[in-house]
T-cell receptor, first 112, second 119 residues
Framework: DAKTTQPTSMDCAEGRAANLPCNHS???????VYWYRQIHSQGPQYIIH???NNETNEMASLIITEDRKSSTLILPHATLRDTAVYYC?????????????FGKGTKLSVKP | NAGVTQTPKFRVLKTGQSMTLLCAQD?????MYWYRQDPGMGLRLIHY???????AKGEVPDGYNVSRLKKQNFLLGLESAAPSQTSVYFC??????????????????FGAGSRLTVL
């Protein structure tokens, strides 16, 4: 699976858009980009995933560059409850799931 | 729907004691997983299962055993607990695919976690 690189931490003002970047320069053609987040002491929560087209759901938007070497998770109007560690994971679909590797992620702090 | 339920939420053990963590999911998911998370580290996969009656080792399987006798349940056992097994344990499940999207197998639903302390 392709490795990902994320900033260790980011701050965002409440009500503003939070843009979390992820680099995955070694991504292969059949690998998807997945985003999860983990609010303190809770289990990780799935947010969104995509292959090459931009995706949007009720939680966030995912923008994937045309060369697929990087992506950005956008929380359009961040709230204090969005303070969490955000994980970007690249993985091929289907098959038996050995290691869905959660790295150290980006610690997002939303400030009033 | 309850999603993924883990029991117990908290447990304190003495070294050498045994215990079982229970994970139950009501989403008819094929795949189930046990992870552990230690301070400053990411999630590490202990064991996983791709279907009823099947299990496989993950990244850190030593000292743990698992069983999946029913599709909805995945049990994690510690036969002789050690202080190094003090951790927060998360269970998760996922479908083998998601509607028409094969990518759904990587869409995991996690439980709330079980905090285990071994003295």
């Amino acid at each position: 699976d392709a490795k990902t690189t994320q900033p260790t931490s980011m701050d965002c003002a409440e009500g503003r858009a939070a843009n979390l970047p992820c680099n995955h320069s070694t991504i292969s053609g059949n690998e998807y980009v997945y985003w999860y987040r983990q609010i303190h002491s809770q289990g990780p929560q799935y947010i969104i995933h995509g292959l090459k087209n931009n995706e949007t759901n009720e939680m966030a938007s995912l923008i994937i560059t045309e060369d697929r070497k990087s992506s950005t998770l956008i929380l359009p109007h961040a709230t204090l409850r969005d303070t969490a560690v955000y994980y970007c994971i690249v993985r091929s679909p289907g098959g038996s799931q050995g290691n869905l590797i959660f790295g150290k992620g980006t610690k997002l702090s939303v400030k009033p | 729907n309850a999603g993924v339920t883990q029991t117990p939420k908290f447990r304190v053990l003495k070294t050498g004691q045994s215990m079982t963590l229970l994970c139950a999911q009501d989403m008819n998911h094929e795949y189930m997983y046990w992870y552990r998370q230690d301070p400053g580290m990411g999630l590490r996969l202990i064991h996983y299962s791709v279907g009823e009656g099947t299990t496989a080792k993950g990244e850190v399987p030593d000292g743990y055993n698992v069983s999946r006798l029913k599709k909805q349940n995945f049990l994690l056992g510690l036969e002789s607990a050690a202080p190094s097994q003090t951790s927060v344990y998360f269970c998760a499940s996922s479908p083998s695919f998601w509607g028409r999207r094969l990518s759904g197998a990587n869409v995991l639903t996690f439980g709330a976690g079980s905090r285990l302390t071994v003295l």
